[in-house]
């Protein structure tokens, strides 16, 4: 199996929805995608695609994964918890251990592509997740502010530390379209942050409302396809070959 994380320094600049949207590209495009949901605490990749909250064991006591409409296999916390709002209020080393497990016990079937949706941060979860999963590739997401961009760059080192491989970067909500006037708003700024010979621009991403709409009724797999089809091409010919499509940027 294929292992691909999506990481960011920072919280809230949209790794959930590049890492459900990845998935739902690559399930398009060759199929066989699952997602880790390695955010115990903040679990809400099973919310995003829709997945329905189960706690089903096989007979050997492997965890059996939801599954989305599309066929993306989900391992999450918080498919196991009986509500959403229940909170998980646990110490660093014991979500380390859930992390350890979810990858380990949960039957993965045929899935050949894992996409782990990473806490954020670069603290102890993210690390087990480095070390424990030791991703193919990793993707990090930023938005386009100086102090966001510099934190993900942190995420980049970290990964380059544990002997990872970042494969590029991702700009998210880089700017939206005014609906009255049609105008393009910069609102983070125009850092494009990425686009670097250690750190390739992989996607800038608009800031859509439909999006937040979609992932939020649980259809995230639907949201900007167009996109989320060249993320994931890039990603595939990366794993296969170590390189990127030439001029494949969204
Ligand atoms: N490009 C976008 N356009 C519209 N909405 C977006 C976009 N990217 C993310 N969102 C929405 O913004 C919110 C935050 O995104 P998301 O949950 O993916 O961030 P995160 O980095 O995973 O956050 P956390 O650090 O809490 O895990 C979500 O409601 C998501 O659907
Ligand atoms: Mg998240």
Redesign the pocket.
Request: glycine share 12%.
């Given at each position: 199996m294929r292992i691909i994380a999506v990481m960011?320094g920072?919280?809230?600049?949209?790794?959930?929805?590049?890492?459900?949207g990845l998935a739902a590209g690559i399930q398009r495009r060759v199929g066989h995608a699952a997602v880790l949901d390695a955010?115990i605490t903040?679990a809400?990749v099973p919310h995003?695609l829709g997945v329905p909250r189960s706690a089903r064991v096989d007979a050997d006591g492997r965890f059996v994964p939801g599954l989305s409409s599309d066929g993306i296999r989900v391992s999450s916390m918080s498919l196991m918890l009986p509500s959403d709002e229940k909170a998980v209020i646990w110490r660093g080393p014991l979500i380390s251990r859930a992390i350890d497990q979810l990858f380990k016990d949960t039957d993965w079937g045929d899935a050949e592509y894992l996409v782990v949706?990473m806490?954020?941060g670069t603290s102890d979860a993210a690390l087990t997740v480095l070390q424990t999963l030791k991703p193919h590739g990793v993707i990090v997401?930023s938005t386009p502010q100086d102090m966001v961009t510099k934190i993900a760059r942190r995420s980049q080192d970290m990964v380059r530390q544990t002997g990872g491989d970042v494969i590029g970067l991702v700009m998210?909500?880089a700017y939206l379209w005014c609906p009255h006037c049609g105008e393009r708003i910069e609102a983070f700024g125009t850092n494009s942050g990425g686009g670097s010979d250690d750190l390739p621009l992989l996607a800038t991403?608009?800031?859509?409302?439909?999006?937040?709409a979609?992932?939020?009724r649980g259809e995230?797999a639907k949201?900007?396809s167009d996109e989320f089809d060249v993320l994931a091409d890039a990603v595939l010919q990366h794993l296969d070959t170590g390189t990127m499509p030439a001029g494949r940027h969204v």
């Open positions: 960011s920072k919280g809230g600049v949209g790794k959930s929805f590049v890492a459900t955010d903040g809400s995003m949706d806490p954020p997401v998210n909500m991403l608009p800031l859509m409302p439909e999006w937040a979609l992932a939020d995230a949201a900007a």
